[in-house]
Structures are given as structure tokens and as C-alpha cells.
Nanobody, 123 residues
Framework: QVQLVESGGGLVQTGGSLRLSCAAS????????MGWYRQAPGKQREFVAG???????NNADSVKGRFTISRDNAKNTVYLQMNTLNPEDTAVYYC?????????????????WGQGTQVTVSS
């Protein structure tokens, strides 16, 4: 069983900062790409930021210059440092990872999602 557990969400004022964490646990061979998505009320889930196993990052235009994604491979953890937050950033933030696991049929890469963490930015 592989699990992704997020932490670090909360309530912050406009202009404030938060740092999200997402730790993977369980039995797996390797974590490949990791990323963060968010879903605001009444909207579809959208990509926020991603990072490859080698550390190459990619951010959505809406968060460039404000959010930074990073990872600690020794801790199987991905982070999202969010600065200069505004009310439009209010959403449930989800961690995603493509993880290589060993199955009875051999090695297989599967996507996993965390349970989500609420980020609320007040004006």
C-alpha cells in the first residue's frame, strides 16, 4: 500500500505564506514525477507545479514567481512553498506522484493522490 499524506494547509491573510508538505509511505521501488494540483469550489482541478525525479520543475503561469516546488528524495517528500498568497489561491491542494511499484505481474508505474489539504486566503 502506497500513501501520500499532505500537511501544512490553513488560513492565511493576503500576502502571507504557507508551506505544504506531502510524504509518501509504503512499499515502492521509486518515486518519479511529483506535483501539486488544486481545486477551488465550483472549478476543475488544475495543475500548480511539478518536479521530476531529477529535480526539473514546472509551474503554472498563475503561480510563477510566487510558488516554489522542491523535493527531498531521502524523505520521499515534496514541498510547495507558497508566497504572496491572494484569495484566488484559495482551494484544496492535492499532492500527486507517479510511483514505480512491484506487482505480481512485474514493475508498474501508477499515479497516486493525497487526500488534499485546505488553503484559505482571506482578503
Amino acid at each position: 500500500q502506497v500513501q501520500l499524506v499532505e500537511s501544512g494547509g490553513g488560513l492565511v491573510q493576503t500576502g502571507g505564506s504557507l508551506r505544504l508538505s506531502c510524504a509518501a509511505s509504503g512499499s515502492f521501488v521509486r518515486i518519479n514525477d511529483m506535483g501539486w494540483y488544486r481545486q477551488a469550489p465550483g472549478k476543475q482541478r488544475e495543475f500548480v507545479a511539478g518536479i521530476t525525479g531529477g529535480g526539473t520543475t514546472n509551474n503554472a503561469d498563475s503561480v510563477k514567481g510566487r510558488f516554489t516546488i522542491s523535493r527531498d528524495n531521502a524523505k520521499n517528500t515534496v514541498y510547495l512553498q507558497m508566497n504572496t498568497l491572494n484569495p484566488e489561491d484559495t482551494a484544496v491542494y492535492y499532492c500527486n506522484a507517479n510511483i514505480l511499484i512491484n506487482t505480481p505481474r512485474g514493475l508498474n508505474t501508477r499515479p497516486y493522490w493525497g487526500q488534499g489539504t485546505q488553503v484559505t486566503v482571506s482578503s
